[in-house]
């Protein structure tokens, strides 16, 4: 309950820099609300005193007085709906902006925790739930709860004893909605959470899609689907009992209201306590007595879906940058390329060292190859290079500055990445070269296309470089995406050069080229290139063998080959050398003969919702 509470102030803090807008909207309320509130009390002065009591020349005034005020409340009640709409729509485009701007700043070890899915899921539906509330939530609580206050007080002061009374059921509606947040709190917080399991559920099934269907498996995907689609709908189904029981309950309360008014303003009007119009007025009212009431459990509703969708929102703010800038941080306008690794090691949380007291030294425009079996630590050396880690122990230096000490992003600025799996934006061949400098020319993203070594098939493309490449380059082929990732390289223009497994996904006829390309690019720059392919590192001026987090070789091409360890048994059996002597595991058993018939499981069914 506390941090409901907590999370609900802290909403409606975030709402401080839109307080102008808001104070303007309240004030339109407050005039608005006992305008739209008059003509009950119209309808009341014309059955007592215009037909009553025969004052007939009173009631064309009555009829005009009872429409401008109508219309003046209605006017500032459109104006109100615009001004606090507006204010909302900025606070959630900022709310939006302040969360992508978290995610951004947090490390990868924070992004290679948690589900794309469920992310966006909090980035997206969340908002979009605080957004419902915020717009219609907090202007339908104040809207809803002065027009209840006024009429209250016009029902009381027209007989205290049916107004008091006629207000009577309302405490027992009171009592529904704190027994209804009780029960529904902890329910829309899992209705959310299985919704974000659902979208990340999703979202890895459409990026799998070629590996879903290469190895047959759309049944078993959609039955595994099914089963979360299953766990939201079961969530979501206790949320509808939950509401199903609960608003026709407070409408009951409401009927019950409306049968004491009836009945107790009858009855005085018998004893001739009471006016007929007085009745009519009052049943008048109980529509706008009655009407905030339900607005305001529908409201309440709502707030508790938006508290669930805020807890998961602060999450995502709260959660600590794990590789942040320190304070007084350097900014970097220039460097000359020297890296010193000293003494750094490394793990994931909790796990086992990465990497073990590594300590090299890069000079500035020198190539440094590091290689090594899988899983031994190599592309974890260049995330520490570009500070996406920090070493749990030792220290990394930039021209003689601890990397700690520097503005991440000017670092950054400085260096340039080509990574095994090329990523490109659904975006045109030109935006995507430019996206290594946005300043760029038309005529210097050709220039950079042709280093390379790209150019060529770009002209050929159905619009050249206004071709839209798709969804993470999907209508290019491996080559040609690792050729415009080199290009994007070449124009940014680098003083540090990364590359990770660089040919490692491209096809044999586009590895020359892409190499050629790559030794280009390197020239008069400092680089590390990791790779398991050793003609890509034989010409570096010092080749680095890790293994099991540690450096266990280091010198040469030729050093090394003369030290007849891994690296040159590695070298003589790629380059297809007889007689080497390489240590392999054994063979494991044969598999077993696959069934004959297939094990997926059964799909769910699914309704025909086409026509016809």
Same mark, same amino acid.
């Given at each position: 309950?506390?941090?409901?509470?907590?999370?609900?102030?802290?909403?409606?803090?975030?709402?401080?820099? =839109?307080?102008?807008?808001?104070?303007?909207?309240?004030?339109?309320?407050?005039?608005?609300?006992?305008?739209?509130?008059?003509?009950? @009390?119209?309808?009341?002065?014309?059955?007592?005193?215009?037909? +009553?009591?025969?004052?007939?020349?009173?009631?064309?005034?009555?009829?005009?007085?009872?429409? @401008?005020?109508?219309?003046?409340?209605?006017?500032?009640?459109?104006?109100?709906?615009?001004?606090?709409?507006?204010?909302?729509?900025?606070?959630?485009?900022?709310?939006?902006? %302040?969360?992508?701007?978290?995610?951004?700043?947090?490390?990868?070890?924070?992004?290679?925790?948690?589900?794309?899915?469920?992310?966006?899921?909090?980035?997206?539906?969340?908002?979009?739930?605080?957004?419902?509330?915020?717009?219609?939530?907090?202007?339908?609580?104040?809207? !809803?709860?002065?027009?209840?206050?006024?009429?209250? +007080?016009?029902?009381?002061?027209? !007989?205290?004893?049916?107004?008091?009374?006629?207000?009577?059921?309302?405490?027992?509606?009171?009592?529904?909605?704190?027994?209804? !947040?009780?029960?529904?709190?902890?329910?829309?917080?899992?209705?959310?959470?299985?919704?974000?399991?659902?979208?990340?559920?999703? /979202?890895?099934?459409?990026?799998?899609?070629?590996?879903?269907?290469?190895?047959?498996?759309?049944?078993?995907?959609?039955?595994?689907?099914?089963?979360? !689609?299953?766990? =939201?709908?079961?969530?979501?189904?206790?949320?509808?009992? *939950?509401?199903?029981?609960?608003?026709?309950?407070?409408?009951?309360?409401?009927?019950?209201?409306?049968?004491?008014?009836?009945?107790?303003?009858?009855?005085?009007?018998?004893?001739?306590?009471?006016?007929?119009?007085?009745?009519? *007025?009052?049943?008048?009212?109980?529509?706008?007595?009655?009407?905030?009431?339900?607005?305001?459990?529908?409201?309440?509703?709502?707030?508790?879906?938006?508290?669930? %969708?805020?807890?998961?929102?602060?999450?995502?703010?709260?959660?600590?940058?794990?590789? %942040?800038?320190?304070?007084? *941080?350097?900014?970097?306008?220039?460097?000359?390329?020297?890296?010193?690794?000293?003494?750094?090691?490394?793990?994931?949380?909790?796990?086992?060292?990465?990497?073990?007291?590594?300590?090299?030294?890069?000079?500035?425009? /020198?190539?440094?190859?590091?290689?090594?079996?899988?899983?031994?630590?190599?592309?974890?050396?260049? +995330?520490?290079?570009?500070?996406?880690?920090?070493?749990?122990?030792?220290?990394?230096?930039?021209?003689?500055?601890?990397?700690?000490?520097?503005?991440?992003?000017?670092?950054?600025?400085?260096?340039?990445?080509?990574?095994?799996?090329?990523?490109?934006?659904?975006?045109?061949?030109?935006?995507?070269?430019?996206?290594?400098?946005?300043?760029?020319?038309?005529?210097?993203?050709?220039?950079?296309?042709?280093?390379?070594?790209?150019?060529?098939?770009?002209?050929?493309?159905?619009?050249?470089?206004?071709?839209?490449?798709?969804?993470?380059?999907?209508?290019?082929?491996?080559?040609?995406?690792?050729?415009?990732?080199?290009?994007? %390289?070449?124009?940014?223009?680098?003083?540090? @050069?990364?590359?990770?497994?660089?040919? *490692?996904?491209?096809?044999?006829?586009?590895?020359?080229?892409?190499?050629?390309? @790559?030794?280009?690019?390197?020239?008069?720059?400092?680089?590390?290139?990791?790779?398991?392919?050793?003609?890509?590192?034989?010409?570096?001026?010092?080749?680095?063998?890790?293994?099991? +987090?540690?450096?266990?070789?280091?010198?040469?091409?030729?050093?090394?080959?003369?030290?007849?360890?891994?690296?040159?048994?590695?070298?003589?059996?790629?380059?297809?050398?007889?007689?080497?002597?390489?240590?392999?595991?054994?063979?494991?058993?044969?598999?077993?003969?696959?069934?004959?018939?297939?094990?997926? /499981?059964?799909?769910?069914?699914?309704?025909?919702?086409?026509?016809?």
């Amino acid at each position: 309950m506390a941090k409901t509470l907590a999370n609900l102030v802290r909403l409606l803090k975030l709402t401080y820099p =839109y307080r102008w807008s808001i104070a303007l909207g309240l004030l339109c309320l407050l005039v608005a609300t006992p305008a739209t509130l008059f003509h009950p @009390l119209v309808w009341r002065f014309i059955v007592d005193e215009v037909i +009553g009591n025969r004052r007939h020349h009173l009631l064309l005034p009555a009829l005009v007085i009872m429409v @401008l005020v109508q219309l003046i409340g209605v006017a500032l009640s459109s104006l109100r709906t615009y001004v606090l709409g507006r204010a909302g729509q900025r606070f959630v485009y900022d709310l939006r902006q %302040a969360l992508y701007g978290k995610l951004q700043d947090q490390s990868l070890l924070y992004h290679h925790d948690r589900r794309v899915g469920d992310t966006v899921a909090r980035v997206i539906a969340d908002v979009d739930t605080v957004q419902d509330a915020i717009r219609h939530g907090v202007d339908d609580v104040i809207a !809803n709860a002065l027009q209840f206050l006024w009429v209250a +007080g016009i029902i009381v002061g027209i !007989n205290p004893k049916v107004g008091t009374l006629t207000l009577l059921p309302m405490g027992v509606v009171g009592v529904m909605v704190w027994f209804f !947040n009780i029960r529904i709190r902890g329910l829309y917080r899992r209705i959310r959470d299985r919704l974000g399991d659902l979208s990340a559920k999703l /979202q890895e099934n459409l990026v799998g899609m070629i590996i879903i269907k290469a190895f047959a498996r759309e049944l078993y995907e959609l039955s595994r689907f099914s089963q979360e !689609n299953k766990r =939201y709908y079961e969530e979501s189904l206790k949320g509808e009992l *939950a509401r199903s029981l609960y608003f026709p309950s407070v409408a009951t309360v409401g009927f019950f209201s409306s049968v004491i008014m009836i009945g107790v303003g009858a009855y005085y009007i018998i004893q001739g306590q009471f006016t007929i119009g007085d009745l009519i *007025a009052y049943r008048g009212y109980w529509w706008q007595l009655f009407s905030p009431v339900s607005a305001l459990a529908r409201v309440n509703e709502l707030v508790q879906r938006c508290l669930a %969708a805020a807890s998961r929102i602060f999450e995502v703010l709260d959660a600590p940058v794990e590789v %942040a800038d320190e304070p007084g *941080a350097v900014s970097v306008t220039d460097v000359s390329g020297h890296i010193v690794f000293e003494g750094v090691s490394f793990r994931y949380k909790d796990g086992p060292p990465v990497l073990r007291e590594i300590s090299l030294e890069v000079l500035p425009g /020198q190539k440094v190859g590091v290689v090594g079996p899988s899983g031994a630590g190599k592309s974890t050396i260049l +995330g520490l290079t570009l500070r996406f880690l920090d070493p749990v122990e030792g220290r990394i230096l930039v021209d003689g500055r601890d990397l700690r000490d520097l503005v991440q992003s000017d670092w950054r600025r400085h260096c340039a990445v080509v990574t095994q799996e090329p990523f490109l934006f659904n975006d045109t061949v030109e935006n995507n070269i430019r996206y290594g400098r946005l300043d760029a020319s038309p005529d210097e993203i050709r220039h950079a296309a042709a280093l390379a070594n790209a150019e060529e098939f770009i002209e050929k493309l159905p619009n050249g470089y206004q071709t839209v490449v798709g969804e993470r380059g999907v209508k290019l082929s491996g080559g040609q995406k690792q050729r415009i990732c080199i290009a994007r %390289a070449f124009l940014a223009n680098p003083k540090v @050069l990364l590359l990770d497994e660089a040919t *490692a996904s491209v096809e044999p006829e586009s590895e020359a080229i892409i190499q050629s390309a @790559l030794e280009r690019l390197m020239e008069g720059r400092t680089t590390i290139i990791v790779s398991h392919r050793l003609s890509m590192v034989r010409n570096c001026d010092q080749i680095l063998v890790i293994e099991g +987090g540690k450096i266990t070789e280091r010198g040469t091409h030729e050093e090394l080959m003369a030290r007849l360890g891994w690296y040159s048994r590695m070298y003589l059996l790629q380059m297809g050398e007889v007689g080497v002597a390489v240590s392999l595991p054994s063979a494991p058993p044969p598999l077993p003969e696959p069934p004959t018939h297939r094990d997926d /499981q059964p799909p769910p069914e699914i309704p025909d919702f086409t026509e016809g």
